[in-house]
């Protein structure tokens, strides 16, 4: 059984070239997403709330806000806290159509990825030797981003996602599922084509690192690295929480 969810999400459309009724039928397909694959795995269950275009979320909702690039997340003052000081996660629709990616993937990606992890600060520390050491950000999506990963929800395309298992380096190779699709052969810093791990050595990078496997490729048009859609969870935990900004509920 899930366990009953104590966090609930606002899905706003604030976005020019996603329709409400598209929107609403995303919201229902992240609900059972969540309700159905992720929460049994994770423990983590949510309650989605649809907010149509012009509307108001309610006060209390972590924010999933639909936007259409990086410049309409401002304008709107939808930044890295609701008016609360809840977690919001940001989609640029306009940028993934663009670039013919499909939003909803993103979507998916972004929502899972601040219930696992909503303060953007919780690594995995990995010390294979004396005198080396890596922490990894426990990002569940990125491993598998890549839209060839991704499954259907009554029709709609949503992301795969790692299981806990993924974090766990003590596990063989092929010795469990590792993420939802089961595509995953081994544990952190193990990625599939098109996903990477973001690492900080101890010993020596002065910054976060987005890590791909060396024989594995970005596709043709990775999310992290679009022009203008930068990845603000990236952005986010490099940046002090002394400057995270609170959103605002209208322009």
């Known amino acids: 059984m899930s366990p009953a969810p104590a966090i609930t999400v606002a899905v706003i459309n604030a976005s020019t070239v996603v329709t409400d009724a598209a929107c609403a039928s995303l919201t229902a397909a992240l609900q ?3 309700s159905n694959d992720f929460a049994p ?5 949510a309650t989605l ?15 999933l806000s639909i936007l259409d690039n990086t410049d309409r997340a401002l304008v709107l003052g939808h930044h890295e806290l609701t008016p609360d000081g809840f977690p919001v996660g940001k989609v640029f629709a306009g ?5 013919g990616l499909k939003w909803t993937v993103t979507a998916s990606h972004e929502l899972l990825e601040m219930l696992a992890d909503p303060g953007v600060n919780l690594t995995v520390f990995v010390h294979p030797t004396e005198g080396s050491g890596t922490l990894y950000a426990y990002e569940i999506c990125d491993p598998c981003q890549d839209e060839s990963f991704a499954y259907e929800i009554d029709g709609i395309p949503v992301c795969d996602f790692v299981h806990p298992t993924y974090f766990e380096t ?21 990625v599939l084509q098109g996903g990477y791990v973001t690492s900080y050595d101890v010993h020596g ?15 043709p048009a990775d999310r ?11 952005a986010r935990r490099r940046m002090p929480q002394a400057a995270w900004r609170r959103s605002s509920v209208t322009p």
Do not use: C, E, N
Not at 208 to 217: D, G, L
């Open 49 to 63: 709330v649809f907010v149509p275009k012009g509307g108001t979320p309610p006060a209390g909702t972590w924010w």
């Open 41 to 45: 795995v994770w423990g983590i269950d």
């Open 32 to 34: 059972k997403q969540v």
């Open 95 to 99: 940028t993934d159509k663009r670039f």
């Open 205 to 219: 990078t002065q910054d976060w690192q987005p890590v791909k496997a060396a024989s594995v490729p970005y596709g």
């Open 224 to 234: 992290t690295h679009l022009p203008d859609r930068p990845s603000h969870r990236q």
């Open 170 to 190: 003590f596990r063989a190779p092929g010795s469990t599922q590792f993420d939802h699709m089961g595509k995953l052969p081994a544990p952190i810093p193990g």
